[in-house]
């Protein structure tokens, strides 16, 4: 088994190969956001100039890119000091919190938003 997956190029990597890595789902990540509000901002000039309809899905996907990097970074850092009697973080539980109401209030925002558009589903 260990020889199929080293034929397919999954091993256990290194910290340079975990930098490289993580240096690149950055830059991926970047561009992302980056290029989801180029098109954000586009389609806004376009309903703004030449009143057509307000495509939704750039906001949305953006919106859902950076809801879950904070998420996952939120839990990631919380289970990190869970087991350290040192650290008192009691602050990322009730950024949890709030994130999931944001989440919530945007989920309902979007659905009013398709509903009041006319769009059906």
Known sequence: MKRI???L???KMDEMEQHILFKAQRNAY????IALMVWS???SAQVYLHHSRLNLLPSLLLTAAVLIQSFSQLVLRRNAVKDDEDSCETGPLVKLVLLACVIAALAVTAAAAVVLMGVRV
């Open 5 to 7: 997956f080293e034929k």
């Open 9 to 11: 190029g999954l091993h």
């Open 30 to 33: 970047l561009f992302l956001v």
């Open 41 to 43: 901002f586009y389609e």
